[in-house]
């Protein structure tokens, strides 16, 4: 499972603060934990407090790479702010995120190319986001095709279904598993997949035992990647437990242990 | 036709054996093994940076079970390890040799750790080829014996062993203070040997410098069982698996010189065919087996087995 730590990002009080007062150790201790918790990448979101959210998007980006290699997802919905995250990336860049709309498609995926950066779609669109499976994998389609188009290999693709809160939308969840399947039948090879695990449990009473147990099912139906917090020790072990019940890793008494050594 | 390639994400580690002058050691040559990016000789899809190896058994008694057939070759030097050695090196071209310390198994002669390092010392001296060194392969005592037997040779690098689930730790400890790689052994048990490689590298032992055994069985007597579980683990290492990124060991000649196939004599079973040929047959056969499956040394007896399979191993090592 390629794990991208949600962390950094200006939603928690913490990220904003040291956004705000320029407190690099806050954000590095950040991102250090979070790939000592087994991070493979970053995410990297300045929330919605800046008033300068160019500048908060390059020094977090500036701040992190002084810590850590990793690759950054640069979390942003503004394509200026996409570009600079990505242009001072110290290794890969992964642009978050493109929905499934062609004016998107047409801006993002080629600065995927340029940057050499992998790129999350999410399977909605102007219209929102579809009820089903099919619709959605419909939109993940139109995704896969236009990546194709602009030479984007499928490794480089992430396609991420788009779960809503369970206490909200209910019947989503299922539908997301199955377009996770779906999504594996689109191409050979296929694009990768991926989720924003913790919207599932917004406002949930226990949130990560609804992430951790949802993360588990869509580990059976397929799911290449997520983006979760690492810190969540519970969490990581279901992932790492479910992995290991799919054949994913050879089973020794201390495979939780063999995990965290790769 | 297309080759139907695979691109994997990692590969097997790379390990060396013995150490010259300029590594602290005085050997006179390395053996470096590991380092592939792809499955057996598929030279077509990765790289396989050196060939498998080949080591020749000696013993430090004469073996009292081997058939005349295995003893001929070694005749005026078996009881002797020195004079076993350089016959091996001088004679048979071995660049690489596995002295094996039978005497100190107590239903043998009971050596004491002091005889065995004084053996290892004598044979140190007495050719300049990297050593694999194994105890009598009776747990306990090879926790006497081994950490006495790896400081004797502190500094030349060996491959010690072998260390199992029940020894592990006095063995990787031992390896650990005098710079030698070790042998982690598991009983035809993926599970196992992954188990032992967390525990031995959870002692701050690095996990290159170990080398899985995961038991050899002769052809007949359940080669196939490790040799499926040797693809598995050369396929979790290409996958990534850190924990079961490790080159393997098969000690062939031990199994095969005990199975009636290269025992019996053809006055017994005439059907068989000759007894001069049969037995070194069958350690080639089942030593090819094993390249097929992965290993990356062989611990091998009869000479003329040894010439076979080192021919076979340049051929498949062509890669054309």
Not at chain 1, 1 to 7: A, K, Q
Not at chain 1, 68 to 73: K, N
Not at chain 1, 153 to 159: E, F, G, P, R
Not at chain 2, 108 to 114: D, V
């Given at each position: ?7 950094i990002n200006?939603m928690?009080k ?19 934990q979070?790939?000592?918790a ?6 990297v ?6 008033e ?15 810590v ?6 640069i979390?942003t919905t ?7 995250g990505?242009?001072?990336c110290k ?5 978050n995120?493109?929905?499934g709309d ?6 993002l ?16 669109n ?9 619709s959605?994998a419909?939109?993940?389609?139109q995704?896969?095709t236009?990546a194709?188009?602009?030479?984007l ?7 991420d279904a788009?779960?809503?809160?369970v206490n909200?939308a209910q019947d989503?969840s299922?539908?997301?598993?199955e377009?996770?399947r ?7 090879p296929p694009?990768?997949?991926?989720l924003?695990?913790?919207n599932?449990?917004?406002k ?24 979760v ?5 519970d969490?990581?072990?279901s ?7 799919m054949?994913k890793q050879?089973?020794?008494d201390n495979?939780l242990?063999a995990?965290?050594?790769? | 036709?297309e080759?139907?390639?695979e691109?994997w994400a990692?590969?097997v580690n ?38 498998p190896?080949?080591?020749m ?5 004469e073996p ?8 001929e070759?070694?005749?005026d ?5 020195v ?6 090196v001088?004679e ?5 040799l ?6 100190t198994?107590p239903d ?7 005889d065995?390092?004084?053996t ?5 001296e007495?050719?300049?080829?990297p050593?694999?060194?194994i105890?009598c392969?009776?747990?306990?005592k090879?926790?006497?014996i ?10 030349e690098?060996c491959l010690?062993?072998?260390a ?11 390896c650990q203070?005098?710079?030698h790689s070790i ?5 035809i048990?993926i ?11 959870d002692m ?8 899985m055994h995961p038991?050899?069985g ?6 196939e069982?490790t040799?499926?579980?040797?693809e598995?683990?050369?396929?979790a ?5 850190k924990?079961m990124?490790?080159?393997m060991v098969?000690?062939?000649g031990?199994?095969v ?7 019996t004599?053809?006055q017994e079973?005439p059907?068989?065919g000759?007894i001069?040929?049969?037995?070194p ?5 089942t ?11 062989l ?6 087995a040894?010439?076979?399979v080192?021919?076979?191993i ?7």
């Open positions: 499972m390629f794990i991208i730590g949600e962390r200006g928690f913490d990220v904003a603060k040291a956004i705000k007062e320029g407190d690099k150790a806050i954000i590095q201790d950040l991102a250090r979070q790939m000592e087994g991070a493979d990448a970053l995410d979101n300045v929330g919605p407090a800046p300068e959210p160019l500048r908060a998007m390059e020094w977090l980006v500036t701040t992190i790479g002084e850590t290699d990793a690759p950054l997802a979390d503004k394509f200026e702010i996409m570009e600079s990505l242009k001072l290794s890969k860049g992964i642009i995120s493109t929905s062609k004016e998107k498609l047409d801006r995926l080629p600065l995927a190319r340029k940057y050499n950066a992998s790129i999350i779609g999410l399977t909605m102007k219209s929102g986001i579809p009820q089903d499976a099919q959605r419909e939109i993940a389609a995704i896969v236009s194709q188009e602009q030479g290999a499928m490794s480089d693709l992430y396609i788009v779960i809503l809160p909200v989503h299922r539908e997301v598993l377009t996770i779906q999504c594996k039948l689109l191409c050979d694009p990768r997949t991926i924003g695990l913790s599932v449990s917004q949930t009473l226990d949130r990560s035992l609804v992430n951790r147990t949802y993360l588990a099912m869509a580990v059976a139906s397929g799911l290449d990647a997520a983006i917090d690492p810190l969540d020790k969490l990581m072990n992932m790492i437990t479910a992995e290991l019940l054949g050879i089973y020794c495979y242990q995990y965290r050594k790769k | 036709m080759k139907a390639t691109k990692s590969k790379e390990v060396v054996i013995g150490a010259t002058q300029k590594e602290g050691g005085t050997r006179s040559s390395l053996i470096k093994i590991g380092g592939a990016t792809t499955l057996p000789f598929l030279h077509f899809e990765g790289v396989i940076p050196n060939p190896a080949i080591a058994e000696v013993w430090d008694i009292d079970d081997w058939p005349a057939v295995l003893k070759p070694f005749r030097t078996l009881g002797d390890p004079e076993w050695a350089k016959k091996c001088d048979y071209g071995a660049d690489l596995c002295l094996r310390l039978a005497s198994h043998i002669k009971n050596n004491s750790a002091q065995a390092a004084a290892v010392k004598k044979v140190l007495a050719v300049s080829v050593l694999i060194i105890g392969n009776q747990a306990e090879d926790t006497e081994i950490p006495a037997v790896s400081e004797a040779a502190r500094g690098n010690v062993g072998i199992v689930e029940a020894n592990y730790k006095t063995i990787t400890a031992a203070s005098d710079g042998i982690a052994e598991s009983p048990d599970n196992l040997a992954k188990q032992l490689n967390i525990l031995i590298s701050g032992f690095s996990p290159e410098k170990i080398i038991a050899t002769a052809l007949g007597y359940g080669l069982y040799y499926s579980i040797m598995r683990s050369r396929l290492a290409l996958q990534g698996d924990m990124s490790m080159p098969n000690f062939v031990q199994e010189w005990r199975v009636k196939e290269a025992k004599s053809e079973v059907e068989w000759p001069a040929s049969r037995g047959l069958w350690e080639v056969t030593s090819v087996s094993y390249l097929q499956a992965g290993a990356d040394i611990v091998m007896c009869h000479p003329k040894v010439e076979s080192r021919k076979t340049v051929d498949l090592m062509k890669k054309e």
